[in-house]
């Protein structure tokens, strides 16, 4: 199938305008819903077009659950990724042929997915960040890619439709999402918001892009022709259908109050360049059209592309070879142990004072203590599927150690609160038995963090007072001080994070006994295999962070402010807890002076990275490059990821990264948000982190820099020292 050559739109175009053109004015407007009837005179059935699948077929049943998003990010490994979503298409599939075959059309039963969600996690609070590829625009341009390509495959028929969301410029705050205008710079938005949809488009070939619910700039993203006409079609030429959010035309006319009504809503989408309604539209349509608002003819036109992607699905063919798949490749052994070794790549390390992996033999017992510890959500996050077999940390912890050493297990708190009544309990009233089985055992595993009660959308995170937004970035309840208490115990703690986002720990971090920390995100319905895996030594942990973990949500700009003004680690102009790319290992692997290649005039440069495994260890690392414009006027304040790779390495092992760096990286967007050169010295970071204070700290080494001269064609390779850091305390 691979080798087929993909149905092109041009030659799908053909099947589908006949389709419409068969199509009464009455039935055109009734398919422009998201749940379209069937038409069975021209052999059209029903179709519902809402599937989720971030991180594995979601809400359909028994599916495969991988990482969430953030977490997969953390590996950095576009390739795993590509393998993560090849089986999410065909989970997606089965689900498909066999919904089709009982007659059952409903909601997350179809092929066209609303994944993945290429949205910039630029502010901690947001609750949703958990379902993106972080912070960085370039990381999320390649993670996004990847998936896309996995989803869609390569056949002659789209596995799956991908649907890139949430166009354009969308990342909270939740409780007022309906009715928010972000307001931001064309330079901000296209060097920060837009690369990522642009990759999805020109380089996955994205099928689908999905609309956001707030304004951009004063206009409603669903019937904002600028970005969709002019941006989407006209500047990058996407051909696919475009979808909005769940009732986001409701909107329109409501909390935005940009038009009068559901009537001038439907004229101004259809004209913006939506192709599909989540939500009633029609009425609204066949009002506009019986006005003589619209013409049929534009509706026609707008329904075109939904109906040439349902032919690249092969829906209306004999010859599609996915509709061979069955039910039984649904959460397949192969699937969950993909699932466990994406888990493993995604933990990052964030400090060891050597107890990691553990040694079996320098303990006699362990104690594995809260709120998520024994829980299935831990796992999961938001939009999720349902495991077959799925393995909570305490569980898999159990079956590691079965007849090695004993496993006690106390809860020590809840989630956000106590359980019990105040008039009934203290407040404190689990923590005793948590101290107590703490003090027994010779090590503590600490389970702490959220699940998608706290943060996540909008009406889904019924514990959360800010409508699945964080209002502070610390442990929420208890936790904190359980923490505390856990740690004055006086035994070695490996406190385990759970969670879309990074946790401030408020000095506990440098509490003598804290002997490690590691963020585990949502790992996926084996995360308790993973997590023991990892600990036991089994593998190295080796992923990195895609996000800053900030000291405290004290200095952030306003959460409602798009301008990116100290977040992200482009932005920063302090010292964070833990910084963006960064991640240990079991071992210790050192960079050594790279060399550097510039293609004549073409500003495209070749970076190879030699990298030493020095320790006992096998690892994974990720290389990493980031890019420095300080004689721009129109560049980021620090510097941009512009490559990564991951190399395997073996004890005692050197190998050479081998990197390209294409000539966007070295172009600015201006105040109009073109691209244009403004400039010819830049500096390369390469190495294992970025080149902030910070990094260069935690890992005891700084990236070498590479000076870089295109006027002369001058390259320089400096020593790394502080020089190369930058930063400064809060």
């Known amino acids: 199938m691979a080798g087929m050559k993909r149905l092109s739109r041009k030659e799908a175009a053909v099947q589908a305008k006949a389709l419409v053109a068969g199509m009464s004015a009455h039935e055109c407007v009734e398919q422009l819903n998201y749940d379209a009837p069937g038409i069975e005179r021209l052999g059209i059935p029903p179709y519902n077009y809402w599937n989720e699948g971030l991180h594995g077929v979601a809400r359909a049943g028994t599916a495969t659950v991988f990482p969430q998003a953030i977490g997969m990010a953390a590996s950095f490994d576009p390739d795993l990724l590509h393998s993560v979503a090849e089986v999410i298409a065909t989970e997606g599939r089965a689900k498909y042929n066999s919904s089709v075959q009982l007659g059952d059309r409903d909601i997350y039963k179809g092929l066209t997915y609303w994944s993945p969600n290429l949205n910039i996690y630029r502010d901690p609070r947001w609750g949703r960040g958990q379902e993106t590829y972080g912070e960085d625009p370039y990381l999320t341009s390649r993670m996004g890619v990847a998936f896309i390509r996995g989803l869609q495959g390569e056949g002659k028929y789209l596995k799956l439709a991908a649907a890139a969301k949430h166009f354009a410029v969308h990342s909270g705050p939740e409780a007022i999402r309906h009715g928010f205008d972000a307001r931001i710079s064309l330079q901000e938005l296209y060097r920060t918001y837009l690369p990522a949809f642009k990759a999805a488009v020109k380089e996955a070939d994205v099928e689908s892009v999905m609309t956001a619910y707030n304004s951009l700039n004063g206009v409603p993203c669903s019937v904002n022709a600028e970005l969709i006409n002019h941006i989407l079609r006209q500047e990058w030429g996407f051909q696919g259908h475009v979808v909005t959010d769940a009732w986001a035309l409701e909107d329109v006319y409501g909390d935005h ?68 798949i069955g039910i039984d490749q649904c959460d397949t052994e192969d699937h969950r142990d993909l699932s466990m070794h994406m888990a493993q790549e995604t933990f990052v390390l964030l400090h060891n004072s050597g107890i990691l992996p553990l040694d079996t033999n320098a303990y006699g017992s362990v104690c594995v203590v809260g709120p998520l510890a024994d829980s299935r959500s831990a796992l999961l996050g938001n939009y999720f599927g349902t495991p077959t077999h799925s393995t909570t940390i305490l569980q898999g912890m159990e079956s590691a150690l079965k007849g090695i050493m004993p496993v006690r297990y106390a809860q020590g708190c809840s989630l956000t609160g106590n359980h019990a009544r105040s008039e009934l309990a203290h407040e404190d009233e689990g923590e005793s038995e948590a101290l107590a089985m703490a003090a027994a055992s010779d090590l503590v595993v600490a389970v702490m963090g959220m699940d998608s009660s706290i943060e996540g959308e909008q009406g889904d995170a019924g514990n959360s007072m800010g409508a699945g937004d964080r209002g502070q970035l610390g442990l929420p309840g208890r936790q904190e001080h359980l923490l505390r208490a856990l740690l ?28 490690a920390i590691m963020q585990i995100w949502y790992p996926g319905g084996q995360g308790g295999r993973a997590v023991a895996g990892v600990l036991l030594g089994e593998t190295s942990p080796s992923g990195k962070l895609p996000i800053t973990v900030y000291r405290t949500h004290a200095g952030l700009p306003s959460f409602q402010e798009y301008e990116l003004g100290n977040r992200t680690y482009r932005f920063l102009d302090r010292l964070p807890l833990y910084p963006f790319g960064y991640g240990l290992t079991y071992s210790q692997t050192k960079v050594d002076r790279p060399s550097v290649v510039l293609s004549g005039g073409s500003r495209r440069i070749s970076v190879g990275v030699p990298i030493r495994n020095e320790g006992d260890c096998p690892v994974s690392e990720v290389v990493q490059i980031y890019l420095a414009h300080h004689e721009s006027g129109l560049s980021v304040p620090n510097w941009n990821l512009v490559a990564f790779t991951r190399v395997d390495l073996s004890p005692d092992e050197q190998v050479v990264a081998d990197l390209e760096i294409g000539p966007e990286a070295f172009m600015e967007f201006d105040s109009q948000g073109k691209m244009v050169v403004d400039g010819d010295f830049f500096t390369l970071y390469a190495g294992i982190s970025q080149p902030d204070a910070r990094s260069v700290e935690l890992l005891g080494q700084a990236p070498w820099p590479v000076e870089v001269n295109f006027a002369t064609g001058g390259v320089r390779i400096l020593k790394p020292g502080p020089a190369a850091v930058a930063g400064k305390t809060e």
């Open 488 to 515: 004055d115990v006086g035994k070695p703690v490996v406190l385990l994070l759970v969670g879309g986002g990074g946790f401030a720990l408020h000095g506990l971090e440098d509490h003598a006994n804290m002997a």
């Open 257 to 324: 109050t940009y038009a009068s009504d559901a009537q001038e809503t439907m004229v101004l989408a259809i004209r913006a360049g939506v192709n599909l309604c989540t939500g009633r539209c029609s009425g609204a349509t066949a009002d506009a059209l019986a006005a003589g608002q619209l013409g049929e003819e534009e509706v026609r036109e707008a329904l075109e592309p939904v109906f040439r992607t349902r032919v690249r699905l092969g829906m209306f063919a004999d010859d599609c070879p996915y509709d061979s």
